[in-house]
């Protein structure tokens, strides 16, 4: 399929990068014309699956994210990439409230809040190489 | 990320500023938790009025702060949240144990 247009972006496995990559990847869907409540789904997407990276994919240690953000259409995918332990039970970890680390007092519901508000969240891991989280989201206009 | 806090009676008013994600979550828990217990209150309230993002991470620290304050048998409620932060709080199912109010007023008189 004809690619419109692509970005890639890799930053260090620290927190404060959350921000930074969620700001990055709304701002080049900007291009598609979202709406803002669009704009807040992309962001708060983007934000869960770059924070599993950190916690889960790096346990906190140091490594590199990876997001790369295509333009098909009208349609945006977004792929966030660690090179970390990788998730040996995927349908586990989408199903809600799960937690692997419960004593961090997380919700589980960082799959869950991806999958509303992404079109579509596809999950390829493998343990001891890392996982790649893929999302797409389209706009229809008229 | 701001955290500041208001009394009113037996009520801690938490107010968040900035955005509420993994990153900034520890902080949001430390300063409300000292907060907690400098003050004892029985009730907490959150308002989000000027909360401008909020992820999953951040539904954690309410949880957790719900969770502190329910078994000391305090009520705790949210205020003035912005339509994608309902979101978030709909999605995750906060909505079944903390409810939500229009404003301050409203809050303290129904918690």
Known sequence: MRVDNEMKLEFLSKSQNESFARSVVAAFAAQLDPTIEEISEIKTAVSEAVTNAIIHGYEYEQGYVTIVCRIIDNTIEVEVTDKGKGIEDIEKARQPLYTSRPELERSGMGFTVMETFMDHVSVISELGKGTTVIMKKSFKRD | ?111
């Open chain 2, 1 to 111: 990320m701001q955290v500041s806090f208001e009394t009113c009676n037996n009520t801690l008013i938490i107010k968040l500023n900035g955005e509420l994600d993994h990153h900034s979550a520890s902080y949001v828990r430390d300063s409300i938790d000292d907060e907690i217990l400098a003050k004892n209150p029985k009730n907490i309230i959150f308002d989000m009025s000027r909360l401008n993002f909020m992820d999953s991470s951040g539904i954690g620290v309410i949880i957790g702060r719900y969770k502190l304050i329910a078994s000391n048998g305090g009520k705790v409620g949210i205020v003035s949240m912005k339509p994608q932060i309902r979101r978030i709080y709909e999605i995750c199912g906060l909505k079944r144990i903390i409810p939500s109010y229009d404003n301050k007023k409203t809050a303290i008189e129904n918690l």
